[in-house]
């Protein structure tokens, strides 16, 4: 049985969401420290992202550092890489593979799906599903391929029709406006450039756990 409480803080990152000059293991090291819950291997996009050898040497690297903090380890979207180095859990889109045609292969794993709004909750297979991403809450600079903002509100909506279903919070998240997202009854909330980009990752994180006590 998935505990939600492991979305409380949900830390995304890849290397092209690093600053410049610093390095992504000593980012998420910090974040764990702090007490991040859940941590997702995003590599995707400009300028900086990996791919092959590279990319799954990054994985490991990471892997075994949120394994140290007992922290679990989700691949965004690369079901082979996730496969490969025995990740915790998976993270798909809408766009991206079907959670049907890998679930057998990811028995005992988490399998977190973004859904953005109640149409595309109702076109969802949610059989093997932990829990969902909603999103994005507000307007985001870490995702150029997002939709438009959906709000707070949209978790409140999705609660009311699936109360039990865990789901965190994604997009344009900052320390400032978790408070609402915490009112409409999410789990927890997905960052990026909110830790990534956070001049004192400990207060950051810190700031972001005592919404959802």
Do not use: W
Request: proline share 5%.
């Amino acid at each position: 049985m998935f505990n939600s409480s492991l979305l409380n803080v949900y830390f995304i990152c890849g290397t092209q969401d690093v600053p410049e000059g610093k390095d992504i293991r000593e980012i998420l090291k910090q974040a764990l420290e702090a007490g991040i819950t859940l941590f997702q291997f995003r590599e995707k996009g400009p300028p900086t992202s990996l791919d092959g050898v590279a990319k799954e040497d990054l994985a490991i690297d990471l892997l075994k550092l949120c394994h140290d903090y007992q922290v679990p380890f989700i691949v965004n979207d690369d079901v082979d890489l996730a496969e490969k180095i025995n990740a915790d859990g998976i993270h798909v889109g809408q766009d991206d593979e079907n959670v049907k045609s890998f679930a057998e292969r990811f028995k005992d794993k988490i399998i977190g799906l973004s859904i953005g709004n109640e149409k595309e909750y109702y076109h969802s297979d949610l059989e093997h599903v932990d829990y969902i991403g909603v999103g994005p809450m507000f307007a985001t600079i870490s995702k150029n391929d997002a939709n438009a903002p959906v709000g707070p509100s949209m978790i409140a909506t999705l609660k009311n029709i699936n109360p039990s279903l865990p789901m965190v919070a994604i997009g344009g998240i900052t320390e400032d406006n978790i408070e609402p997202i915490a009112q409409n009854g999410a789990d927890g909330v997905s960052v990026i450039s909110a830790i990534a980009r956070s001049h004192n990752i400990d207060k950051t994180v810190t700031k972001m756990k005592s919404y959802f006590k």
